[in-house]
Nanobody, 121 residues
Framework: QVELVESGGGLVQPGGSLRLSCAAS????????MGWYRQGPGKQRELAAT???????NYLDSVKGRFTISRDNAKNTVYLQMNSLKPEDTAVYYC???????????????WGQGTQVTVSS
């Protein structure tokens, strides 16, 4: 069983910054891709950012240039630095990790519990 624990959400004014963290722990061989989804009120879940184990990144167009995803492989932790936040960034942010189980043959997607980000004046 692999557990993802998120932290760093909260209330911030437009133009402000927040940093989300997501730490994975448990019985695993390694983690491939890590990333963040978000779901705003009344909206569908969307993929905000991803990062591979080698450090290649991808972003949702609406967050490019404002959000930065990074990871610490030694700590099995992924981060999302969010700058120049806008009200439309308000959402529950969920981290995920593509976990490779011991033995190296089985994989599954582990999910965090979600953290609320609210951008409002």
């Amino acid at each position: 069983q692999v557990e993802l624990v998120e932290s760093g959400g909260g209330l911030v004014q437009p133009g402000g910054s927040l940093r989300l963290s997501c730490a994975a722990s448990g019985n695993m061989f390694k983690i491939n891709k890590m990333g963040w989804y978000r779901q705003g009120p009344g909206k569908q879940r969307e993929l905000a950012a991803t990062i591979t184990s080698g450090g290649s990144t991808n972003y949702l167009d609406s967050v490019k240039g404002r959000f930065t995803i990074s990871r610490d492989n030694a700590k099995n932790t992924v981060y999302l630095q969010m700058n120049s936040l806008k009200p439309e960034d308000t959402a529950v942010y969920y981290c995920f990790s593509d976990v490779v189980l011991p033995g190296g043959l089985s994989t599954y997607a582990a999910w965090g519990q979600g953290t609320q980000v609210t951008v409002s004046s």
